[in-house]
Nanobody, 126 residues
Framework: QVQLVESGGGLVQAGGSLRLSCTAS????????MGWFRHAPGKEREFVAA????????YYADSVKGRFTISRDNAKNTVYLQINSLRPEDTAVYYC???????????????????WGQGTQVTVSS
């Protein structure tokens, strides 16, 4: 089992920044692909970003490329999502998730992730 706890959400004005954190406990964190997803009211959950177990490969949704940066510190069992140039359409609950063995298109597929955090709310005002 892997337990995930997100933090760092909040209310910010458009153009602002936030850094989300997700700390893992339980099984070895370093072996998992870690992802961030978001779920806005009235919309389906969507992929935001993912990072390989080593941190050497990163993947982003087109809508966040150039604004969001995913990183991880395996020594601290933590994955981060730096969010810059926030827009009102970024408002959502952000979830981190862990996937054992994700590769290829599976990195973008929430159903491949076996462990999820409780989510942290990000609200962007215009």
């Amino acid at each position: 089992q892997v337990q995930l706890v997100e933090s760092g959400g909040g209310l910010v004005q458009a153009g602002g920044s936030l850094r989300l954190s997700c700390t893992a406990s339980g099984r070895t964190f370093g072996g998992y692909t870690m992802g961030w997803f978001r779920h806005a009211p009235g919309k389906e959950r969507e992929f935001v970003a993912a990072i390989s177990w080593s941190g050497g490969s990163r993947y982003y949704a087109d809508s966040v490329k150039g604004r969001f940066t995913i990183s991880r510190d395996n020594a601290k069992n933590t994955v981060y999502l730096q969010i810059n140039s926030l827009r009102p359409e970024d408002t959502a609950v952000y979830y981190c998730a862990a996937c054992n063995g994700c590769s290829g298109s599976g990195r973008y597929d929430g159903t491949r992730y076996g462990y999820w955090g409780q989510g942290t709310q990000v609200t962007v005002s215009s």
